[in-house]
Each structure stands twice: as C-alpha cells, then as structure tokens.
C-alpha cells in the first residue's frame, strides 16, 4: 500500500499539467506517443528475453494496450470536454469496474456495481446539473472508457503475475507492458494525430518529458508492482485516493475559482457509490468464510 500511496502523489500533479499546458494545444495522440516511447525507452535495458515465455510476452503486452495506449487514448480526449476536477471524480467508477472485472473472471456478479454505478452517475449530474450538454455527457462517456481501460489492465496484470511468474523481477519484464502500448500509439497517432499541434515552448516539452519519464515510466511501473502486493479490495480502494489529492492539488495551483460547493456535493454522492459497493463486497467476502 505505501507504494500505492506515493505514487498517487507523484500522478496528483498530472490532470493539471495536462488540463492545463496540454490539452487543446498539443496534440493528444502525439503527448500519448512521447510518453509511452519514453517510459519503454527506460525499461528496455531491464528486459530479460529468455525469461518469460511467449506467451506471457504476450499476455503483458495486451495489459500495457489496454491500461495504457488505448486508456491514454480516451483520457487525453476527455479534458476537451471536462475541466481537471471533473476529470478526476469520473475517475471514481476505476474501482467499481476493478471489482465487477474481478468478480465476472471469478464468475460472480455483484448486484452493488449497478447500485453504485447508478450513484455515481447521480452525483455527475449534480456537478454539472446546470450545465449537461452533449459535450459534457461525451466527456463523460470518454472518462468511462479510460476507466474500464484502466480497471482491465490492472486486474489482468495482477492475475497474470501470480499465475505465471510471482517469482519474477518485475523490471525484467515491464518492458512488455509498454511495448504493447507503443503497438496501439504509433498506428493510433499515424492515423489520427495532428503533426500541425507538436509542442511549441519549453514548458510543453518539459512537461511531457516530465510525464513520460516519471509519471509513466516510473509511476505505472511502482503502480502495477505495488497491485501485485495487495488484494483487489485495497486496489480498488488505492484507485480512489488518487481523486481528492488531484482535486486539491488543481484548486490549489491552477483552479482557485473553481465551484467548491457543487464539486464537493457531486463528489460526495459519487464518494457514496464507492461506500455502497465496498458494502456488497463486504458481505461477499463474509460469505466466503462463513
């Protein structure tokens, strides 16, 4: 958990940075590409070829696809449409979708997903109950492809890790994972990217430098380790911690004239999703061992 939490930290600066210096002036495939290029240029040296089978080769290659290229894919997209804090507390439905995944490969369905899922849609709504436009609801949508990315990248790594190789220096295979997300960023930004919308000052590039090297390279790789350390619950539970760190760290810096009232009844009805779903997996758990 201690690693979780420092890296919750260290991704609090992102939504900023990229709402910010990034979003509508650098093109979105383009900031997706340099920081997955980077972070595998910094895990290459690692890999070990003859370790792991290819099989496995594989398997981590689509994990590194999903929770990264294609999740990068929809994240970038969603600051044209939302602001950081909203970005953030749509984040929230991550460790619902991690426990729904969770419970569909271990052939289980928890009624609390819907019941939370419906909550949380609610406390959107409050956030923008003034402002719900087409933009806003595809924002949304966009969000929620991130999320179901994320959550699904998570869990497989998670699995695959104890099932083929728990023995395994996870810096000796890591190389896999952004490799396969450099397979979907490079076709994705020949096809769609804008060569018109390249970073154009010192700071965009620092900062994607800065995002690709740290907050990808080293934060996703500290992420996905400390997931391998803790149990689904406390994943699911880390997921969220990242929400009201980001939102601080926004109204703080870059955000002061933010509406702190409306954020903070829409988040606390999307906060109550999360309590709800923690309470049906509770009773699962108590299930189990009784």
Do not use: H
Request: with cysteine; hydrophobic share 55%.
């Amino acid at each position: 958990m201690p690693m979780l939490i420092a890296v919750t930290f260290l991704w609090a600066f992102s939504f900023s940075l990229i709402g910010v210096y990034l979003a509508g002036q650098v093109d979105a495939w383009f900031s997706v590409l340099m920081r997955v290029a980077l972070a595998t240029i910094i895990f290459l040296p690692f890999l070990k070829l003859r370790q792991i089978k290819p099989k496995m080769a594989l398997q981590l290659m689509v994990c590194g696809a999903f929770q990264l290229g294609i999740m990068y894919g929809f994240y970038y997209q969603s600051f044209l449409y939302l602001s950081v804090p909203e970005v953030l507390l749509f984040t929230v439905m991550t460790p619902i979708y991690i426990t729904l995944l969770n419970d569909l490969l271990d052939r289980r369905l928890n009624i609390g997903f819907v019941i939370s899922a419906l909550l949380a849609v609610v406390g959107a709504i409050t956030i923008r109950y003034q402002g719900i436009d087409e933009g806003f609801l595809t924002g949304l949508l966009i969000v929620q492809g991130a999320n179901l990315c994320f959550a699904s990248g998570q869990v497989a790594y998670k699995r695959i890790i104890a099932k083929e190789r728990p023995d395994l220096p996870q810096r000796t295979v890591f190389g896999w994972f952004f490799m396969g997300a450099l397979a979907v960023v490079i076709p994705c930004y020949l096809m769609l990217g804008n060569p018109e919308k390249l970073p154009t000052t010192t700071l965009q590039w620092s900062i994607l430098t800065y995002l690709g090297v740290v907050a990808s390279g080293l934060g996703y790789f500290a992420w996905n380790k400390g997931a391998t350390q803790v149990s689904v619950g406390t994943l699911a539970v880390a997921n969220n911690l990242l929400i009201p760190a980001g939102i601080l760290v926004n109204v703080l810096f870059w955000n002061r004239d933010a509406d702190i009232l409306r954020l903070s009844i829409g988040g606390g009805i999307i906060l109550l999703a999360l309590v709800v779903n923690d309470k049906f997996n509770q009773r699962i758990q108590q299930a189990k061992t009784a």
